[in-house]
């Protein structure tokens, strides 16, 4: 069963981090700016193809939309973690002072 309020609150959360308007991003899908705030609302179920076009407007995969984010930004930020290698203990400082660096700002960003 797809949880349509989870859907539309990954599509308003993507359409943020794009930084789109929902006129924008409804003019991009060909739909209109009522129905996208339905969807992100999840109050209106869409079509294969709307959800389509969100994909590539966003440009995210469909289980982006559909799944909770929280569990794949996590399980996406501890494989890359993972996949990392250093050449020596300096790189490795550096990319740490650079990630605290960044979490620091992350409200900036």
Known sequence: MIDYTLLGKNVRNL??????????????????????????????????????ALVNALKVTPDMLLLDQKNLYEDAIFSFLGSLTFTNSEQKKRFYNAVRAIAKGRDLL
């Open 15 to 52: 359409r943020h981090m794009r930084g789109y308007s929902q006129e924008h991003l409804a003019e991009m899908c060909d739909i209109s700016t009522s129905f996208l705030g339905h969807i992100e609302r999840g109050t209106r179920k869409m079509s294969l193809e709307t959800m389509m």
